[in-house]
């Protein structure tokens, strides 16, 4: 969403309740951008992100309008794809659409995860980094904001005494997990 990629937005806005959105947006980004995992569309947006123009940008270009000294707080909401246009022409620009950005992503995430716990992946029979019951995506259903597949938050009645702790009772790897969600949104 544009809250997340305008850092020049309280300018227009002339609150702050967005710079958190902002902020860890970019301390995000920043750490993808500084690891061995980068890509050349990362680099891109983070370089453009940092510099704090998006919302003036996007002003200049009849994208947002911003008259008498205010701004639809409703087009903030909107969501944002970027393309980004290499010399070489042949490349693909559509980030959205980009396997080898995917990928590149895919690669970061998972050498995130290369320092947790390694289990038992029930979803793919091998052992594998775990994903914490927390760590599971929300939001399958778009009106069921924290609606989960996997939720185990009950320490007293998740297991009823058939198991020791919870990752007895289901543990997947970050890879499964991200696979299954994304499939089924």
């Known amino acids: 969403k544009l809250f997340y990629l305008a850092g020049d937005l309280e300018k227009y806005l002339k609150t702050d309740k967005y710079k958190k959105f902002y902020d860890a947006y970019i301390s995000q980004l920043k750490e993808w951008y500084e690891s061995q995992y980068v890509h050349d569309a990362v680099s891109t947006l983070y370089v453009y992100l940092t510099k704090?123009?998006?919302i003036s940008d996007l002003?200049?270009?009849?994208?947002?309008?911003?008259?008498?000294?205010?701004?639809?707080?409703?087009?903030i909401e909107s969501f944002v794809r970027f393309r980004v246009n290499y010399s070489d022409f042949s490349?693909?620009?559509?980030?959205?659409?980009?396997e080898t950005l995917s990928?590149?992503?895919i690669e970061y995430a998972l050498s995130k995860q290369a320092?947790?716990?390694?289990?038992?992946?029930?979803g793919l029979g091998k052992k594998l980094p775990i994903m914490e019951n927390t760590e599971h995506s929300k939001q399958i259903i778009p009106r069921c904001a924290n609606a989960k597949l996997i939720c185990l938050n009950d320490q007293k009645l998740a297991y009823l005494g058939r198991f020791d702790n919870d990752r007895q009772a289901?543990?997947?790897?970050?890879d499964?997990?991200?696979?299954m969600h994304n499939a089924l949104r």
């Open 91 to 98: 490349r693909e620009s559509r980030t959205w659409v980009d």
């Open 176 to 179: 499964f997990s991200q696979k």
């Open 103 to 105: 990928s590149r992503y």
């Open 59 to 75: 002003i200049d270009c009849h994208v947002i309008e911003f008259n008498d000294e205010k701004m639809d707080e409703k087009k």
């Open 170 to 174: 289901i543990s997947v790897s970050y």
């Open 52 to 54: 704090q123009t998006l």
């Open 115 to 122: 320092n947790s716990q390694v289990g038992l992946c029930y």
